[in-house]
């Protein structure tokens, strides 16, 4: 999957002058072929690299430094651990399935998908942070701070499943641009707010508002303060269903940086894109937000499923909606050994189905000629992910691969290859699997 990888390394085999320039703003003198930094450049490769560079000014340009360039582990993000690394600019990063295997996920292995520059935490203050209720449909224009959110509103706590539109998408082919997410942009912490409809409601949503959108307080990559990185939102009727939060703690803890800090929207069941972080305002719409990745292709497919490869227009696109069921098998870890003499192999994992619950979880050892039907429990709430377990006996040793199915109550069952094409690499729900080694 390593060729699919974007980012630092892809950019410096690109090209290693315009890479240096936009990670670091670092220009290249042309015949001494050494890297000369602006201060700010500088500065920001220091923070990386977490220590003061002696020999800065002797470091040749187009180098990617050794302790990023080694490998995964080498480079890593504040507050995460063990999840691979996507992209560095925005920073992307997904958890492997083992680490999903908590119940509830902890802060250190939620995903993060960032699409600009998130606010610094020096640059975030709790007390004086600011959401702003407003937009064409809006009757009564509010500005909250934290505090009296808090105060205003009844507080909840709900376990939310997010997942990015664009998990799974690296088995798209041909292949769609963007992170080659695998099977690890999802998560289903625990988060502290209020119900978005009790804001909505205080601040009177008018009889011809359609949909809200959020805006935050990253940055767009350009830098140009004028452009919005992200700013999607929902239809009405799914804003005002009684599980959208707008939280500010995470596991009862303040929500990390990377996830949102201090205030963020959540609409689970829907893609993740819907769950503004850094949440600074939500406007109430007369018509379908159009902010930026509402538009266009982002979170769209096409409405009518096409063939591999086709060119959809624009106008064929429909906006995404509840996401599809899923599940994922987090204990083992693939690749385990298991010993014949030690009986049955006890497994897990979550299953999850948007804004529909999973109402059964199968498992195959024989590569899908036959299922088995696997515990699962209920959700601790709507929205959260489901957790099923399984004990598994095989025959005799040899290779073997588990593979887990579930089925939304709907009859509507994950598909074991990639399901319908789409330009962007939606939706990628096909089955987890695993490989055992029964020694
Ligand atoms: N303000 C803001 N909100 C955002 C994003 C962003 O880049 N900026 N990314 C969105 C996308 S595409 C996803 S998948 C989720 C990721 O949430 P996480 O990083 O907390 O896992 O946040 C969503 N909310
Ligand atoms: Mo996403």
Redesign the pocket.
């Known amino acids: 999957m390593n060729d699919k990888k974007c980012g630092i390394h892809e950019l410096y085999a690109e090209n290693p002058e315009q890479a240096d320039l936009l990670v670091w703003g670092r220009k290249v003198d042309p015949i001494t072929r050494r890297g000369f930094f602006k201060k700010s450049g500088l500065a920001a490769m220091t923070a990386f690299l977490g220590a003061h560079i002696p020999f800065a000014d002797k470091m040749p340009g187009g180098l990617i430094p050794a302790a990023m360039a080694a490998g995964e582990d080498s480079f890593a993000i504040q507050g995460k651990e063990g999840l691979t690394i996507l992209n560095d600019r925005p920073i992307n990063a997904e958890t492997p399935p083992h680490l999903l295997d908590n119940n509830i996920t902890p802060a250190k292995y939620?995903?993060?998908?960032?699409?600009?520059m998130p606010p610094k935490e020096n640059e975030i203050d709790v007390d004086t942070w600011t959401l702003e209720i407003t937009g064409e449909s809006c009757e009564k224009p509010t500005t909250f701070t934290i505090a009296e959110l808090k105060e205003k509103f009844k507080q909840y706590t709900y376990q939310l499943q997010?997942e990015?539109?664009g998990n799974g998408r690296s088995a798209y082919d041909p292949p769609a641009r963007g992170n080659q997410w695998s099977l690890g942009?999802v998560?289903c912490p625990k988060w502290t707010g209020v119900r978005l409809k009790d804001v909505l409601d205080y601040c009177g949503v008018k009889k011809d508002a359609i949909y809200i959108g959020y805006y935050?307080a990253?940055k767009h990559l350009s830098g140009n303060p004028n452009k919005q990185?992200?700013s999607r939102g929902v239809p009405i009727a799914k804003a005002m269903e009684d599980k959208m939060l707008i939280a500010w703690s995470m596991n009862d803890e303040k929500i990390p940086l990377?996830?949102?800090y201090p205030l963020r929207l959540l609409c689970s069941g829907w893609?993740?894109?819907t769950?503004?972080?850094?949440l600074k305002k939500i406007v109430i719409r007369n018509k379908i937000h159009d902010g930026t990745k509402m538009t266009g292709k982002a979170y769209r497919i096409p409405c009518e499923s096409v063939a591999p490869g086709t060119k959809v227009k624009d106008d064929d696109m429909c906006i995404i909606e509840s996401m599809p069921v899923k599940s994922l098998i987090t204990f083992p870890k693939t690749g385990v050994e298991h010993k014949l003499t030690e009986g049955k192999l006890a497994i897990r994992g979550h299953a999850w189905a948007g804004d529909l619950s999973v109402e059964r979880l199968l498992v195959s050892i024989d590569f899908g000629a036959t299922w088995r039907v696997a515990k699962l429990k209920k959700p601790v709430n709507r929205f959260a992910w489901q957790h099923w377990n399984a004990e598994i006996e095989f025959p005799e040793k040899g290779y073997y691969e588990i593979w887990a199915k579930a089925m939304d109550d709907n009859g509507v069952s994950q598909p074991m290859v990639v399901p319908g094409w789409n330009p962007k690499g939606y939706l990628n729900n096909s089955c987890h699997r695993i490989a055992v080694q029964v020694v």
Do not use: E, T
């Open positions: 939620l995903f993060v998908r960032n699409n600009g997010l990015c539109g942009a998560g935050g990253d990185p992200i990377l996830n949102g893609p993740a894109s769950s503004g972080k850094w």
